[in-house]
Protein backbone atom coordinates (compact mmCIF):
# COMPACT_ATOMS: atom_id res chain seq x y z
CA UNK A 1 0.00 0.00 0.00
CA UNK A 2 1.43 3.32 -0.39
CA UNK A 3 1.98 5.59 2.41
CA UNK A 4 0.20 8.52 3.32
CA UNK A 5 1.23 10.67 5.92
CA UNK A 6 0.36 14.45 5.14
CA UNK A 7 1.87 16.87 2.70
CA UNK A 8 5.99 15.98 3.26
CA UNK A 9 7.51 13.63 1.11
CA UNK A 10 6.48 10.49 1.27
CA UNK A 11 9.66 8.76 2.26
CA UNK A 12 10.33 11.10 5.61
CA UNK A 13 9.37 10.28 9.07
CA UNK A 14 7.53 12.57 11.67
CA UNK A 15 9.82 14.37 13.37
CA UNK A 16 10.72 15.58 9.84
CA UNK A 17 7.05 16.47 9.67
CA UNK A 18 7.14 17.97 12.76
CA UNK A 19 9.58 20.69 11.80
CA UNK A 20 7.84 21.56 8.51
CA UNK A 21 5.75 25.44 8.73
CA UNK A 22 2.47 23.59 7.75
CA UNK A 23 2.56 21.41 10.38
CA UNK A 24 4.71 23.68 13.24
CA UNK A 25 1.68 23.44 15.46
CA UNK A 26 1.23 19.54 15.05
CA UNK A 27 3.18 17.38 17.35
CA UNK A 28 4.01 13.89 15.90
CA UNK A 29 0.97 12.18 17.36
CA UNK A 30 -1.12 15.10 16.17
CA UNK A 31 -0.07 14.77 12.37
CA UNK A 32 -0.83 11.06 12.27
CA UNK A 33 -4.23 11.58 13.58
CA UNK A 34 -4.57 14.58 10.86
CA UNK A 35 -3.13 11.95 8.16
CA UNK A 36 -5.52 8.68 9.25
CA UNK A 37 -8.37 11.84 10.11
CA UNK A 38 -8.18 12.45 6.06
CA UNK A 39 -7.84 8.87 5.27
CA UNK A 40 -10.27 7.66 3.07
CA UNK A 41 -8.75 4.07 3.00
CA UNK A 42 -10.52 3.97 6.46
CA UNK A 43 -13.99 3.30 4.55
CA UNK A 44 -15.36 -0.31 2.67
CA UNK A 45 -14.84 1.34 -0.73
CA UNK A 46 -12.31 3.96 -0.03
CA UNK A 47 -14.41 6.62 -0.77
CA UNK A 48 -15.56 8.35 2.81
CA UNK A 49 -13.04 9.63 5.86
CA UNK A 50 -13.65 11.47 9.03
CA UNK A 51 -13.46 14.70 6.74
CA UNK A 52 -16.44 13.74 5.01
CA UNK A 53 -18.61 14.67 7.52
CA UNK A 54 -16.33 16.80 9.82
CA UNK A 55 -14.94 19.19 7.74
CA UNK A 56 -13.14 22.25 9.00
CA UNK A 57 -14.79 24.50 5.70
CA UNK A 58 -18.06 23.86 7.77
CA UNK A 59 -16.82 24.17 11.37
CA UNK A 60 -15.96 20.34 11.48
CA UNK A 61 -19.82 19.46 10.58
CA UNK A 62 -21.02 17.64 7.39
CA UNK A 63 -20.65 19.62 4.23
CA UNK A 64 -23.40 18.16 2.40
CA UNK A 65 -25.54 18.94 4.71
CA UNK A 66 -24.12 22.93 5.75
CA UNK A 67 -24.38 23.55 1.84
CA UNK A 68 -28.54 22.36 1.66
CA UNK A 69 -29.59 22.36 5.29
CA UNK A 70 -33.64 22.51 3.87
CA UNK A 71 -33.25 19.24 2.24
CA UNK A 72 -30.12 17.78 3.51
CA UNK A 73 -30.12 16.88 7.54
CA UNK A 74 -27.90 13.58 7.93
CA UNK A 75 -24.81 12.24 6.38
CA UNK A 76 -24.52 10.09 3.32
CA UNK A 77 -22.67 7.07 4.03
CA UNK A 78 -19.85 5.50 1.89
CA UNK A 79 -21.89 3.68 -0.27
CA UNK A 80 -23.48 7.15 -1.59
CA UNK A 81 -27.06 5.80 -0.97
CA UNK A 82 -27.76 5.32 2.64
CA UNK A 83 -27.94 8.01 5.57
CA UNK A 84 -27.19 8.27 8.77
CA UNK A 85 -29.93 8.73 11.57
CA UNK A 86 -28.76 12.12 12.94
CA UNK A 87 -27.16 15.26 12.38
CA UNK A 88 -23.23 15.46 11.97
CA UNK A 89 -22.45 17.10 15.18
CA UNK A 90 -19.53 19.25 14.76
CA UNK A 91 -16.28 17.41 16.09
CA UNK A 92 -14.53 20.65 17.04
CA UNK A 93 -14.26 21.30 20.33
CA UNK A 94 -15.54 18.18 21.73
CA UNK A 95 -13.40 16.94 23.22
CA UNK A 96 -13.77 18.94 26.04
CA UNK A 97 -16.37 16.67 27.14
CA UNK A 98 -15.75 14.67 29.90
CA UNK A 99 -16.32 11.40 30.63
CA UNK A 100 -20.05 10.64 31.35
CA UNK A 101 -21.75 11.10 34.64
CA UNK A 102 -24.73 11.56 36.77
CA UNK A 103 -25.38 13.78 39.48
CA UNK A 104 -26.42 12.45 42.83
CA UNK A 105 -28.23 15.91 43.77
CA UNK A 106 -30.46 16.04 40.47
CA UNK A 107 -29.80 12.55 38.48
CA UNK A 108 -28.87 14.62 35.89
CA UNK A 109 -25.97 13.44 33.28
CA UNK A 110 -23.08 15.07 31.65
CA UNK A 111 -20.26 14.36 29.67
CA UNK A 112 -20.17 12.09 26.89
CA UNK A 113 -19.79 12.12 23.58
CA UNK A 114 -22.36 11.82 20.24
CA UNK A 115 -25.89 12.61 20.43
CA UNK A 116 -27.09 9.92 23.17
CA UNK A 117 -23.95 9.69 24.57
CA UNK A 118 -23.13 6.19 23.81
CA UNK A 119 -18.91 6.95 23.90
CA UNK A 120 -18.91 7.40 27.24
CA UNK A 121 -15.45 7.17 28.08
CA UNK A 122 -16.03 3.66 30.67
CA UNK A 123 -13.30 1.76 27.71
CA UNK A 124 -10.00 3.99 26.62
CA UNK A 125 -11.05 6.48 29.61
CA UNK A 126 -11.65 9.52 26.72
CA UNK A 127 -15.09 10.00 25.12
CA UNK A 128 -13.36 11.53 22.49
CA UNK A 129 -11.88 8.74 21.12
CA UNK A 130 -14.60 6.10 21.91
CA UNK A 131 -16.33 7.90 19.57
CA UNK A 132 -13.36 8.22 16.56
CA UNK A 133 -13.73 4.24 17.05
CA UNK A 134 -17.69 4.28 15.84
CA UNK A 135 -17.81 5.95 11.96
CA UNK A 136 -15.52 3.14 10.88
CA UNK A 137 -17.31 0.29 11.95
CA UNK A 138 -20.40 1.30 11.42
CA UNK A 139 -22.62 -0.59 8.76
CA UNK A 140 -24.44 2.98 6.99
CA UNK A 141 -21.24 5.20 7.81
CA UNK A 142 -17.75 4.31 6.69
CA UNK A 143 -19.17 0.37 6.92
CA UNK A 144 -15.50 -1.23 7.43
CA UNK A 145 -16.68 -5.19 8.19
CA UNK A 146 -14.34 -5.82 11.05
CA UNK A 147 -11.31 -3.75 13.13
CA UNK A 148 -8.93 -6.53 11.33
CA UNK A 149 -9.76 -4.67 7.79
CA UNK A 150 -8.79 -1.42 10.11
CA UNK A 151 -5.65 -2.55 11.29
CA UNK A 152 -4.34 -3.97 7.59
CA UNK A 153 -5.18 0.06 6.80
CA UNK A 154 -3.05 0.83 9.71
CA UNK A 155 -0.35 -1.36 9.38
CA UNK A 156 -0.09 -0.84 5.54
CA UNK A 157 -0.40 3.06 5.53
CA UNK A 158 1.24 3.91 8.89
CA UNK A 159 3.44 1.45 10.94
CA UNK A 160 6.68 3.40 10.76
CA UNK A 161 4.45 6.43 12.46
CA UNK A 162 2.99 3.41 14.88
CA UNK A 163 6.91 2.89 15.88
CA UNK A 164 7.93 6.82 16.07
CA UNK A 165 5.24 7.87 17.87
CA UNK A 166 3.82 5.22 20.08
CA UNK A 167 7.05 2.79 19.54
CA UNK A 168 3.87 0.04 18.59
CA UNK A 169 4.52 -2.51 15.88
CA UNK A 170 2.62 -4.96 17.14
CA UNK A 171 -0.41 -5.43 14.66
CA UNK A 172 -1.47 -8.84 15.65
CA UNK A 173 -2.77 -7.50 18.84
CA UNK A 174 -5.63 -5.32 16.79
CA UNK A 175 -7.92 -4.15 19.40
CA UNK A 176 -4.74 -2.12 21.37
CA UNK A 177 -3.80 -1.00 17.36
CA UNK A 178 -7.48 0.46 16.76
CA UNK A 179 -7.36 2.28 20.31
CA UNK A 180 -3.98 3.99 19.39
CA UNK A 181 -5.81 4.65 15.75
CA UNK A 182 -8.78 6.34 17.82
CA UNK A 183 -6.02 7.71 20.38
CA UNK A 184 -4.24 9.61 17.43
CA UNK A 185 -7.54 11.11 16.15
CA UNK A 186 -8.45 12.32 18.91
CA UNK A 187 -5.24 14.18 19.50
CA UNK A 188 -5.58 16.04 15.95
CA UNK A 189 -9.24 16.88 17.18
CA UNK A 190 -7.84 18.44 20.04
CA UNK A 191 -4.99 20.02 18.47
CA UNK A 192 -4.74 23.95 17.69
CA UNK A 193 -5.23 23.34 14.09
CA UNK A 194 -8.81 22.32 15.41
CA UNK A 195 -9.55 24.35 18.64
CA UNK A 196 -8.54 28.09 17.42
CA UNK A 197 -10.31 29.74 20.45
CA UNK A 198 -9.48 32.84 17.64
CA UNK A 199 -12.85 34.00 16.90
CA UNK A 200 -14.13 37.73 16.87
CA UNK A 201 -15.55 37.14 20.18
CA UNK A 202 -12.38 35.60 22.03
CA UNK A 203 -10.89 38.95 20.16
CA UNK A 204 -13.27 41.07 21.64
CA UNK A 205 -14.23 42.31 18.83
CA UNK A 206 -18.25 43.02 18.43
CA UNK A 207 -20.23 45.79 17.50
CA UNK A 208 -23.05 47.35 19.52
CA UNK A 209 -25.49 45.12 18.48
CA UNK A 210 -23.32 41.96 18.61
CA UNK A 211 -22.92 43.44 22.37
CA UNK A 212 -26.37 43.92 22.70
CA UNK A 213 -27.08 40.47 21.77
CA UNK A 214 -24.56 38.52 24.09
CA UNK A 215 -26.34 40.45 27.50
CA UNK A 216 -29.23 38.91 25.90
CA UNK A 217 -27.72 35.61 25.59
CA UNK A 218 -26.12 35.91 28.75
CA UNK A 219 -29.93 36.39 30.34
CA UNK A 220 -32.17 33.38 28.28
CA UNK A 221 -29.22 31.03 27.02
CA UNK A 222 -26.55 30.62 29.05
CA UNK A 223 -27.48 28.23 31.61
CA UNK A 224 -27.19 25.47 28.89
CA UNK A 225 -24.49 27.10 26.79
CA UNK A 226 -22.21 28.00 29.44
CA UNK A 227 -20.09 31.22 29.20
CA UNK A 228 -17.64 30.06 32.14
CA UNK A 229 -14.10 29.26 31.66
CA UNK A 230 -13.78 25.82 33.46
CA UNK A 231 -12.40 24.22 30.37
CA UNK A 232 -10.23 25.47 27.44
CA UNK A 233 -9.13 28.85 26.70
CA UNK A 234 -12.31 30.55 26.78
CA UNK A 235 -16.37 29.47 27.05
CA UNK A 236 -17.10 26.20 25.14
CA UNK A 237 -20.90 27.27 25.09
CA UNK A 238 -22.15 24.03 26.57
CA UNK A 239 -22.97 22.87 30.19
CA UNK A 240 -21.72 19.34 28.71
CA UNK A 241 -25.17 18.41 29.68
CA UNK A 242 -28.30 16.88 27.98
CA UNK A 243 -31.90 18.22 27.40
CA UNK A 244 -35.02 17.07 25.73
CA UNK A 245 -36.25 20.79 23.75
CA UNK A 246 -38.93 19.51 22.46
CA UNK A 247 -38.26 19.15 18.73
CA UNK A 248 -40.56 17.61 16.32
CA UNK A 249 -39.95 14.62 14.59
CA UNK A 250 -38.27 15.29 11.20
CA UNK A 251 -40.34 12.75 8.67
CA UNK A 252 -37.66 13.03 6.00
CA UNK A 253 -35.04 11.49 8.39
CA UNK A 254 -35.63 7.91 8.69
CA UNK A 255 -36.35 5.96 11.87
CA UNK A 256 -36.24 9.72 14.01
CA UNK A 257 -39.77 8.73 15.00
CA UNK A 258 -39.54 8.61 19.04
CA UNK A 259 -35.97 9.18 19.13
CA UNK A 260 -35.34 8.59 22.89
CA UNK A 261 -31.68 9.97 22.73
CA UNK A 262 -30.07 9.37 25.97
CA UNK A 263 -32.80 7.49 27.64
CA UNK A 264 -32.36 5.10 25.47
CA UNK A 265 -28.55 4.25 25.88
CA UNK A 266 -29.07 4.38 29.92
CA UNK A 267 -32.16 3.07 29.94
CA UNK A 268 -33.91 5.94 32.44
CA UNK A 269 -37.10 7.13 31.29
CA UNK A 270 -36.60 10.54 32.84
CA UNK A 271 -33.92 10.97 30.36
CA UNK A 272 -35.81 9.77 27.52
CA UNK A 273 -36.13 12.18 24.64
CA UNK A 274 -32.58 14.41 25.93
CA UNK A 275 -30.03 14.79 23.57
CA UNK A 276 -26.08 16.11 24.13
CA UNK A 277 -26.46 20.19 24.52
CA UNK A 278 -23.70 21.03 21.98
CA UNK A 279 -21.30 23.71 22.18
CA UNK A 280 -22.17 27.02 19.84
CA UNK A 281 -18.36 27.05 18.62
CA UNK A 282 -18.77 28.10 14.80
CA UNK A 283 -22.26 27.41 15.25
CA UNK A 284 -22.68 29.49 11.71
CA UNK A 285 -21.43 27.22 9.90
CA UNK A 286 -22.70 23.82 11.11
CA UNK A 287 -26.24 24.12 9.75
CA UNK A 288 -28.68 22.26 9.98
CA UNK A 289 -29.33 22.37 13.39
CA UNK A 290 -30.86 20.26 16.07
CA UNK A 291 -30.07 16.22 16.11
CA UNK A 292 -32.37 15.51 13.54
CA UNK A 293 -31.44 18.79 11.61
CA UNK A 294 -35.25 20.00 11.65
CA UNK A 295 -33.98 23.88 11.73
CA UNK A 296 -32.40 24.94 8.59
CA UNK A 297 -31.30 28.36 9.65
CA UNK A 298 -29.43 29.18 13.36
CA UNK A 299 -32.69 31.91 13.56
CA UNK A 300 -34.81 29.02 13.13
CA UNK A 301 -33.64 27.73 16.23
CA UNK A 302 -32.90 30.67 18.12
CA UNK A 303 -36.42 31.52 17.27
CA UNK A 304 -38.12 28.42 18.76
CA UNK A 305 -36.40 28.33 21.40
CA UNK A 306 -37.74 31.51 21.82
CA UNK A 307 -41.09 30.79 21.31
CA UNK A 308 -41.43 26.86 21.28
CA UNK A 309 -44.54 27.28 23.59
CA UNK A 310 -46.98 29.39 21.29
CA UNK A 311 -45.48 27.55 18.13
CA UNK A 312 -48.23 24.67 17.95
CA UNK A 313 -45.15 21.84 16.98
CA UNK A 314 -45.82 18.63 18.89
CA UNK A 315 -42.14 17.08 20.40
CA UNK A 316 -41.07 13.73 18.86
CA UNK A 317 -40.97 12.72 22.58
CA UNK A 318 -43.00 14.58 24.67
CA UNK A 319 -41.75 13.39 27.76
CA UNK A 320 -39.39 14.98 29.89
CA UNK A 321 -39.43 18.48 27.81
CA UNK A 322 -37.37 21.71 29.18
CA UNK A 323 -39.43 24.47 29.92
CA UNK A 324 -36.39 26.77 30.44
CA UNK A 325 -37.14 27.45 26.77
CA UNK A 326 -40.06 28.58 24.91
CA UNK A 327 -41.29 31.30 26.42
CA UNK A 328 -38.05 33.81 26.60
CA UNK A 329 -40.31 36.59 25.50
CA UNK A 330 -38.02 37.91 23.26
CA UNK A 331 -38.91 40.69 20.13
CA UNK A 332 -37.96 39.96 16.76
CA UNK A 333 -35.58 41.91 17.15
CA UNK A 334 -33.83 40.56 20.16
CA UNK A 335 -34.35 37.01 17.90
CA UNK A 336 -31.76 39.12 15.49
CA UNK A 337 -29.28 40.34 17.55
CA UNK A 338 -28.78 36.92 19.48
CA UNK A 339 -27.97 35.25 16.35
CA UNK A 340 -25.49 38.43 15.22
CA UNK A 341 -23.69 37.09 18.46
CA UNK A 342 -23.67 33.48 17.65
CA UNK A 343 -22.36 34.87 14.05
CA UNK A 344 -19.37 35.96 16.26
CA UNK A 345 -18.31 32.90 17.42
CA UNK A 346 -17.02 31.36 14.32
CA UNK A 347 -13.10 30.86 14.50
CA UNK A 348 -11.25 32.72 11.95
CA UNK A 349 -9.54 31.01 9.46
CA UNK A 350 -5.76 31.95 10.43
CA UNK A 351 -3.96 30.49 12.94
CA UNK A 352 -3.50 33.49 15.42
CA UNK A 353 -4.19 32.95 19.00
CA UNK A 354 -6.16 35.69 20.87
CA UNK A 355 -4.12 37.74 22.79
CA UNK A 356 -6.58 37.32 25.95
CA UNK A 357 -10.11 34.76 25.67
CA UNK A 358 -13.03 36.73 26.66
CA UNK A 359 -14.40 35.99 30.21
CA UNK A 360 -17.45 34.85 30.66
CA UNK A 361 -20.19 35.02 33.75
Known amino acids: MKKRILACALAVTLGCLANTSMAVDLTPEEQLGKAMYMDVEFSFNQTQSCQSCHDEATGFADPENAADPYNSFVSTGADGVQKGGRNAPTAAYAGYSPARYKTKRTGEYFGGLFWDSRADGSLLGDPLAEQAQGPPLNPVEMNMPDVAAIVEVIEGNYAEEFKIVYDFDSFDQEDEAY ?5 AIAAYERSPEVLKFNSRFDRRSLTPVEEYGQGLFKMHCSSCHFMGRSRGDGPLFTSFG ?67 DS ?11 TNAIGNLGMTEDQVDAVVQFLLTLTDQTDTVAPQTAAQGD
Open 311 to 321: MGLTPDVAENV
Open 242 to 308: YANIGIPENPLVTGDEHDLGLGAVVGEKAQEGKFKIPTLRNVEKTAPYGHNGYFPTLRDVVNFKNAR
Open 179 to 183: NLFAR
